[in-house]
């Protein structure tokens, strides 16, 4: 199973692999993760200094404060890339990469256009307020369909309510959440292997619904 991995903003691949090192080793054998780098400069984020390497630069995929010349651009940057680079069976995300994977999504379906996933995870999510009313999606009735995980720490000082907020635009049949005790950050000890449980139970939704898609319909 393939995942394409979007980090947040102000860190870039390298950290986002430091990052769900302990997740993906729970997670185990079997899965396959390319990391996508960003493009804009920006400055690290906070808390992320001793997981990027020396001389690495950090980015972000779109510029929170110039949404409008820079977040549908971030779009089609994305969805071209997994024209050429794919096929994904999911999409994971951290904080501004899951809003990223998320807008994306909603946009897809919005269009009546297929979404490319599996299923998504959606790790310690920021503020996606500001992006649906850029993208005029803020009043939608459109939902993500595709079997989702949200995972966010109570103690999430950075993006407070905002992992919770990502999840209502997610139907709430296929949508699986897991708080964990910590911040805005992946968790740690036995809320580790309870992330790691609730990814499984997605993936496993996947299929399902992935096989629920491809059966004939009654005549």
Known sequence: MKFICLHGNGTNGSVMQSQTGALRHELGEGYEYEFVEAIIPAPMAKGVETLSSPGHESYAFFDPQDLPNTLQLAIDQLDNYVSLEGPFDAIMGFSAGAVLAAIYMLQKVRKS??????????????????????????????????????????????????GENLSNICDPTNRLVFVHDGGHELPRGHHLTQAAHIIRRVIRLSRKYGAELTMPRPV
């Open 113 to 162: 256009e297929p979404v490319p996933f599996r299923c998504a995870i959606f790790l310690s999510s920021a503020d996606t307020a500001g992006e649906l009313r850029c993208l005029g999606l803020s009043n939608t009735e459109d939902l993500i369909r595709v079997p989702t995980a949200h995972i966010w720490g109570l103690h999430d000082d950075t993006a407070p309510n905002c």
